[in-house]
């Protein structure tokens, strides 16, 4: 397969796994919150804190189960994750303070964005720019993705994509790299979470 087939198989494979799990983990009937309305203050107030712990626990369990049969035949290509509790934690509390200075709010929606991440790391996607953007265009039309983005800064390059099925379910991350920026993308990622680290420091870790 080339590149757009991978690429396409993947989101596919992903939206499948999104929903299953979606299903899944509303048939315990959780305490529900609408994510695009939840400011990461309002967060930090609420026993939002106490839903994510469930909702990595039992994700744990599903990737053991489910995920991890569904992706080998990808593993080549595609890496995924599930985010620490304590992860998620620290970029709500780092939010939270920006809110408190004057920032505006930040929906949850958008902070957890990626407590499943995937990262889909190919050939050619540079230089495969614009058939990659009609990929992702065509499915965020049949509403497979939400919204996708690519982003260009001090050297990070790679397409950020979610799947989101309604306002109440946490999205799940897809990053889209070319293998040739795979180095300068890991350095200046681990950049990004020293930044966090520097806002909690400064008084994002108060309640």
């Excluded at 989101?11 to 796994?17: C, D």
């Excluded at 509390?93 to 200075?101: M, N, Y």
């Excluded at 690519?150 to 397409?159: S, V």
């Excluded at 999205?171 to 180095?183: G, V």
Aim: net charge positive; aromatic share 14%.
């Amino acid at each position: 397969m080339d590149t757009i087939e991978i690429l396409s198989e993947t989101i596919s494979l992903i939206n499948q796994l999104y929903l299953n799990y979606n299903q899944i983990y509303f048939s315990g009937h959780p305490k529900i919150y609408k994510v695009n309305k939840t400011s990461c203050t309002d967060a930090l107030n609420e026993e939002i804190l106490f839903t994510i712990p469930k909702y990595l626990d039992l994700l744990n369990q599903y990737k053991f189960n489910e995920i991890n049969t569904s992706c080998k035949n990808l593993l080549p290509y595609l890496r995924y994750r599930i985010k620490r509790y304590k992860t998620a934690t620290e970029k709500l509390r780092a939010k939270s303070f920006l809110e408190r200075t004057g920032e505006g709010a930040y929906n949850i929606g958008k902070v957890i964005n990626d407590l499943m991440g995937f990262r889909l790391i190919l050939p050619d996607v540079n230089m495969n720019k614009d058939k990659v953007k009609l990929i992702l265009e065509y499915y965020r039309d049949k509403g497979i993705i939400w919204r996708y983005y690519y982003r260009e800064d001090n050297g990070y390059k790679a397409f950020h994509c979610y799947f989101k099925e309604n306002n109440k379910t946490f999205p799940w991350e897809l990053q889209i790299w070319d293998i040739q920026d795979e180095e300068q993308n890991k350095k200046l990622h681990s950049a990004h979470e020293k930044q966090r680290d520097n806002i909690l420091k400064e008084g994002g870790n108060k309640s």
